[in-house]
């Protein structure tokens, strides 16, 4: 076995055990029931309804872990509906990060995994984040975001 194997050996059990481990916390803080009624209804149905973002965090995988178990969330800004050329509708968002997520050292591991896992949604056309949201971070932090994320700001 080459040491490139090895590596990847490891990483593979690595990649295991984090999702295991964001599944096993997401069931703790979690009602089951609720989860997949939210996963399973139209986020476009529920434009201006309490649901909304707590059906847009149920979409969420591993990362909803994180924003779980620091004490951070989400928040809209904005959201429009979009159509497609097939006369498809789905949905445009703009989101902040709230309570401890924010100018926290990981937030843009944070924000690169919902907008991974949201834009993984059939109703969902894009995810962009308020530019707020870079006032809460430092000089170095903000450099860092926008140097090594993945995402747009506006």
Do not use: W
């Not at 590596?7 to 009602?31: F, G, H, L, N, P």
């Not at 591991?109 to 870079?134: C, M, P, Q, W, Y």
């Amino acid at each position: 076995m080459t040491v490139e194997d090895l590596v990847a050996k490891y990483a593979a059990e690595a990649k295991i055990a984090t999702q295991q481990e964001a599944a096993k916390r997401i069931a703790e803080s979690t009602d089951p029931i609720v989860e997949a009624r939210l996963r399973d209804t139209s986020l476009l149905t529920l434009l201006d309804d309490d649901e909304l973002v707590p059906a847009i965090l149920s979409r969420l995988g591993e990362v909803r872990a994180a924003l779980d178990g620091h004490g951070g969330g989400i928040s809209v800004s904005s959201i429009d509906v979009v159509t497609d050329i097939s006369d498809k509708p789905s949905i445009d968002l703009v989101l902040d990060l709230t309570g401890a997520c924010l100018s926290c050292g990981a937030a843009p591991a944070t924000l690169d995994g919902i907008k991974l896992d949201l834009e993984s949604d059939d109703e969902v056309h894009r995810v962009r984040f308020s530019v707020n949201l870079l006032e809460s971070f430092d000089e170095l932090g903000r450099e860092f975001i926008l140097a090594h994320g993945s995402v747009t700001f506006v």
